[in-house]
Nanobody, 123 residues
Framework: QVHLVESGGGLVQAGGSLRLSCAAS????????MGWFRQAPGKEREFVTA????????YYADFVKGRFTISRENAKNTVYLQMNSLKPEDTAVYHC????????????????WGQGTQVTVSS
């Protein structure tokens, strides 16, 4: 069982930055791919980014490339999402997720989800 807790969301003006954190419980954090998804009101949940077990490989949705950066600290069981140049269309609840493989991320089927943190970008 893995328990995920996100933090760092809030209200920011367009062009601003936020850093999300996701703290995971469990002994095998470094065995999982970690990722972020988001869901805006009235829209489907969508993949944002993911990172491999070692942190050497990262994956991004086209709409965040060059603006968002995912990283992880296995010693702290934590994954981060640095979000820069935020746009109003980035407004959503951001969820942390874990999967034993990248397929789980691509298929919108990770093993565990966090409850999410709200990000609101004003214009």
């Amino acid at each position: 069982q893995v328990h995920l807790v996100e933090s760092g969301g809030g209200l920011v003006q367009a062009g601003g930055s936020l850093r999300l954190s996701c703290a995971a419980s469990g002994r095998f954090f470094s065995s999982y791919f970690m990722g972020w998804f988001r869901q805006a009101p009235g829209k489907e949940r969508e993949f944002v980014t993911a990172i491999s077990r070692s942190g050497m490989s990262t994956y991004y949705a086209d709409f965040v490339k060059g603006r968002f950066t995912i990283s992880r600290e296995n010693a702290k069981n934590t994954v981060y999402l640095q979000m820069n140049s935020l746009k109003p269309e980035d407004t959503a609840v951001y969820h942390c997720a874990v999967s034993p493989s990248m397929d789980g991320m691509w298929n919108d089927d990770p093993d565990y989800w966090g409850q999410g943190t709200q990000v609101t970008v004003s214009s």
